[in-house]
């Protein structure tokens, strides 16, 4: 260890032992990787822990008023959403649309790919093997908010005549579950998810459609710091999924919903906005032909539906708005209305779009 780091280190030891926070710096990246341990259910040293614990405490700590956590920027006056933004437009130097360039749809050579994907999506029985009589397992991997507004969609979903009855809709998004906690292969998230699997009578090799909602904890830093780092986590857990599910086609991103109600640090603005840039660069980088992202190791990638609105003033593309009842008393999760309104978009995008109509929807 550096002699830098050292001091450091023990500076945080020794706050910790008077039962005190320090100011000393935390390399947050050694805390993400001492995290990653633990969440495999490796032995960590007391020492170790002691540092973890210290860097949740600073990460999550609020700074003055409004309870944001230490190196959360606040956000500008107005944010314009990323399916209203230009393509001349920018904002930290990136361009407008859900795929770049000002476009919400698309290109055509990414469709065509999407398109032939779209066609190995089949009922299929346990061993994975094509079945009229088969099932297409569709999940959620995400957090807590993701959790209570999936569970709602598969109310309205499985009550609605026009998904197929051959689709079996299965919650895998945990309380607390962010894509962090998603990133380890070995994460204890994916063993909740083969439960719930099996509960639900549905193979990891009938699972062929996934929907992920792109969230981190108490996100802090700039748009390359923290965005980027989601989009690390997040191609970690693409890859997991496409080990999991070996038949896995294709996966909806998602980005969050407005944080700007929210009085503390767990989604603020401008970080719940900006998390839909992470999902934005890896279909980009699918795209461009990143062979972290070929189809060997990723499902096609694509956007579906993005939730982000700012506030009450809405956006152009469809009015669609976020009210503080939408959302409960911490300002973060969803309310009844909220979970319901995110479950409509979900049914509209599922049984009216050209990419997920071919499977979703009754014959």
């Given at each position: ?102 476009q919400n749809i698309p ?164 970080y719940a906005y900006e ?14 032909g990143d062979p972290e ?71």
């Open positions: 260890m550096k002699p830098i780091a050292l001091i450091s280190f023990l500076l945080i030891t020794l706050a910790l032992a008077q039962g005190q926070p320090s100011n000393a710096p935390v390399d947050f990246a050694k805390a993400r990787l001492l995290h990653e341990r633990r969440q495999r259910g490796e032995s960590l040293t007391s020492a170790e822990v002691a540092y973890l614990d210290q860097a949740i405490q600073i990460r999550n700590a609020g700074a003055g008023a409004g309870g944001r956590a230490l190196n959360q920027r606040k956000a500008p006056e107005h944010l314009t959403p990323l399916t209203d933004l230009s393509a001349s437009a920018r904002y930290e130097g990136e361009d407008g649309g859900l795929y770049g360039g000002g290109p055509a050579a990414h469709r065509r790919a999407a398109e032939a994907e779209l066609a190995k999506i089949r009922p299929r029985n346990g061993t994975g093997e094509p079945d009229e009589n088969g099932v297409i397992g569709f999940v959620a991997i995400s957090m807590s908010n993701a959790t209570q507004e999936f569970s709602r969609f598969k109310q309205l979903a499985d009550n609605s005549p026009l998904k197929s009855p051959q689709v079996v809709i299965v919650d895998c998004a945990q309380g607390g579950q962010a894509m962090a906690e998603w990133a380890p292969p070995t994460a204890r998230p994916w063993g909740e998810a083969r439960r719930r699997l099996a509960i639900a009578n549905v193979s990891p090799l009938q699972v062929q459609a996934v929907w992920i909602k792109l969230a981190n904890k108490a996100p802090a830093g700039s748009l390359a710091e923290h965005a980027h780092q989601l989009e690390r986590d997040t191609l970690a857990v693409l890859q997991n999924a496409r080990a999991m599910f070996p038949n896995l086609r294709i996966a909806y991103l998602g980005s969050r919903t407005y944080g700007g109600y929210g009085g503390g640090g767990l989604n603020p603005e401008p998390s839909a840039f992470a999902a934005r660069w890896l279909i980009e980088r699918q795209m461009k992202l070929a189809g060997g190791k990723c499902p096609i990638l694509l956007w579906g539906p993005y939730l982000w609105a700012e506030g009450a003033k809405g956006r152009k593309i469809d009015q669609l708005i976020w009210e503080r009842s939408d959302f409960g008393p911490d300002g973060v999760h969803p309310s009844d209305s909220g979970r319901q309104k995110v479950a409509g978009l979900l049914l509209d995008f599922l049984t009216t779009d050209s990419l997920t109509k071919p499977w979703f929807r009754k014959k």
